[in-house]
């Protein structure tokens, strides 16, 4: 099983910090959405996810490899990017408080207070060519400095985790007159969260 350690504080100013594991079910980490929109495609469809290995110890994911774009569109495309964090209650998936919404990722994608950046573009190796091609220019390359994933959330509400959860992401992009194109990119983790016991 793989694992996301999930850090929730409840504050910046906080004293202390609930540690979550998500155990992922998913061997390769990422599956389709569920749920997706109409149009949207997974990351094997958008990505050649060849080159990437994915494994899980202790630790939690380790992640490195390369992977190459074939989702193909305008470099002046604006991306949005969306996640979302939802939780499995009786039979169905409901929204928590936990989301996030990146109007222009190419334009923020090495802004360091981003979750983007934190839990992934800090680890590609050639970043100028990220800079140049962002994430939809066909056949350009990222190499990823191999790495543990650790995704951390900051729950400014309190709340406790328990069961089984999925975080949404969701790419699209917006051509030059502001309009969406017809595909998106679409993925999920899910997962069961468990207390960290210390
Ligand atoms: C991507 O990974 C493959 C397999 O490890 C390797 O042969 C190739 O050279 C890598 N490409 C880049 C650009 O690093
Ligand atoms: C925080 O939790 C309270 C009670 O559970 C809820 O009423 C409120 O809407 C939540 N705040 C946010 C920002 O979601």
Known sequence: MFKI?????VDLAIVWATDYDLHIEDPE????????????????????????VFYQDEEGIHIS??????WDLPRTDRISAT???????????????????TTNL????FDKNQYWYKYWFQHIVNKEDLKKNCITTKDSVA?????????RLNNIN???FRGRYKVVFLLEAFDEKNKR??????????????????
């Open 5 to 9: 350690l999930l850090v929730v504080a």
């Open 29 to 52: 980490v990422y599956s389709p959405c569920t749920d997706g929109p109409p149009g949207s495609i997974s990351i094997p469809e958008a990505f050649d996810m060849t080159h990437m």
């Open 65 to 70: 490899g390369n992977y190459t774009v074939k």
């Open 83 to 101: 996640f979302k964090v939802m939780y499995f209650n009786r039979g169905s998936w409901e929204p928590t408080i936990l989301s996030q919404v």
């Open 106 to 109: 190419c334009a923020v994608m």
């Open 143 to 151: 190499v990823l400095n191999p790495f543990i994933m650790l995704l």
């Open 158 to 160: 309190g709340t406790s």
């Open 181 to 198: 194109r017809p595909t998106s990119v679409c993925f999920e983790f899910r997962g069961e969260v468990e207390k960290v016991k210390k």
